[in-house]
DNA sequence: CGGGGTTCCTGGCCGC
DNA sequence: TGCGGCCAGGAACCCC
């Protein structure tokens, strides 16, 4: 899915569209992922927040109108009045006309995404967010409390950072590129005060650039423009498996880590 | 409660 | 060309 900096960009590029509109008509998938978009209709809209890869947009109704990207999901805007019923749009699991008569869409193709719709801060129904660590890039997320979180936990360092408990918005693409950076082995079961700073600062860092970018673009990801996102962010490790490793030059290994692909150099990531 | 595996979907790609 | 198997940026859920 699109991770922090994706979401975040989508934040920035739809809060001028959404804030302050009213929702004229809605509608789901009628899975239990996505049917509760229907549910704000009449209500108008706040400024877009978001925590980790959770955007949550506030109703003016003391609710709160959750959306996860999941793997594949794409957020859009479209003047075209039939958007949601076009026969293109088959992966279009929720959508909202709004009082400008534009309709903001959402497109999901593998169904992973969510919609949820809950009472003001109230997140009993989405354990990750009501679990969810500290944002990295707020002040919250110092070395020191990294550190103490992480030594509550035994698995895989890599596999702590997806639980999103130790730090928030961090999926498979920028632990990858963060553990690379700090020269952390994605398997390491221990992390040190020195090394859990190493990767504090690191994670910090790529989240950061990739902010600065845009995002990085992969596979079907799409901005809500429907570009592809021009200033693909450079990637170093994720992805490159067989290829020279960018700081010494050796060639990175693959293996799966908590079920998920993972690339490192067995050199600067030695255990 | 933590950890590890499975599952929810669809489609692209690779090898036979 | 056709088809099976595998893989894909996530997280909820189940069991131990």
Known sequence: MPELP??????RQLDPVVRGRSVVAAGGHPSDRFAAAGTVVG?????????GKYLIVPTDDARELIVHLGMT?????????????APQRRFTRAWWLLDDARTLTFDDQRRFGRVAVVPRGCYGDLPTLAALGPEP????????AFHRALARHRAPV????????????????YADEALWRARINPVARRVGPGRAARLRDAIVAVLSEAI????????????????????????????RA??????????????????????????????
């Open 73 to 85: 999901g794409v957020l859009g805007v479209t003047d075209d009045p039939d958007a949601p019923d």
């Open 158 to 173: 890599k596999a702590t950072l997806l639980t999103q408990r130790v730090v928030a918005g961090v999926g498979n693409i």
């Open 242 to 271: 067989g290829e020279a490793c960018p700081r010494c030059g050796t060639v990175l290994r693959a293996r799966r880590v908590a079920g998920r692909g993972t690339t490192w150099c067995p050199r600067c990531q030695a255990r």
């Open 212 to 239: 600065d970018h845009g995002g990085t673009r992969l596979r079907d990801y799409r901005t809500p423009a429907g570009d592809t996102g021009a200033h693909q962010w450079h990637l170093d490790c994720y992805g």
């Open 137 to 144: 890039l707020g002040p919250d997320f110092t070395a020191r």
């Open 6 to 11: 994706e979401v975040e960009t989508i934040r």
């Open 43 to 51: 209500v108008r809209l706040g400024p877009i927040r978001r925590r």
